[in-house]
């Protein structure tokens, strides 16, 4: 069974800093891209970054970049988040999913939320 | 970057109707577009792939349509579960990776 289960959300004041984790199980974690999406309150979904399979290429929103860096380690099926100087916007629920360029994002996690405030 | 636009923002309707959803991109995304579905609370799931392919397990009232710019999720026949916001998203190419603006489906 595939499971992707997020982690490391919380309350955090505004330039603080916070690292999410999705550990993968159930599939073949290294063969595909993932992403970060997510959902503030009251808003649609918004893609966040994404990183290959191999962990060389990554990308991120223009909301985040600059601030937010994504990574995975393939040795342990995890991926991970590190958000540094954390704005108010930035509160949301946080999903990974196998999201990537060509991909389908067929497997998510349930999220981890995020509140940005002082 | 390609933007997505999602028609109508909003819409209700009656159990057995037919539903329809559409996703203009700013740009060509070939077939490379997805349909999700998103109830408060849960993970969002997938139901169409590559514009028109539905995802195994995905009941198949749902169905999509288009390529290039123009792309359509249908609903053939309402059902009450299907009260749900609905996304179209593209993987066309190197990211972002842009969603629409979501559908909101109720029940009348």
């Known amino acids: 069974e595939v499971q992707l289960l997020e982690s490391g959300g919380g309350l955090v004041q505004p330039g603080g800093s916070l690292r999410l984790s999705c550990a993968a199980s159930?599939?073949?974690?290294?063969?595909?891209?993932m992403s970060w999406v997510r959902q503030a309150p009251g808003k649609g979904l918004e893609w966040v970054s994404a990183?290959?399979?191999?962990?060389?290429?990554?990308?991120?929103a223009v909301s985040v970049k600059g601030r937010f860096t994504i990574s995975r380690d393939n040795s342990k099926n995890t991926l991970y988040l590190q958000m540094n100087s954390l704005r108010a916007e930035d509160t949301a629920l946080y999903y990974c999913?196998?999201?990537?360029?060509f991909g389908r994002g067929d497997y998510w996690g349930q999220g981890t939320l995020v509140t940005v405030s002082s | 970057d390609v933007h997505l636009t999602q028609s109508p923002s909003s819409l209700s309707a009656s159990v057995g109707d037919r539903v329809t959803i559409t996703c203009r991109a700013s740009?060509?995304?070939?077939?490379?577009l997805n349909w999700f579905q998103h109830k408060s609370g849960k993970a969002p799931e997938l139901l169409i792939y590559?514009?028109?392919t539905l995802q195994s397990g995905v009941p198949s009232r749902f169905s999509g349509s288009g390529s290039g710019t123009d792309f359509t999720l249908t609903i053939s026949s309402l059902q009450p579960e299907d009260s749900a916001t609905y996304y179209c998203?593209?993987?066309?190419?190197?990211?972002?990776?842009?969603f629409g603006g979501g559908t909101k489906v109720e029940i009348k």
């Open positions: 999913a196998n999201l990537g360029s």
């Open positions: 159930g599939f073949a974690f290294s063969n595909y891209a």
């Open positions: 990183i290959s399979g191999n962990g060389e290429k990554t990308f991120h």
């Open positions: 740009q060509t995304v070939s077939t490379y």
């Open positions: 590559a514009a028109s």
């Open positions: 998203q593209h993987t066309y190419g190197a990211p972002p990776l842009t």
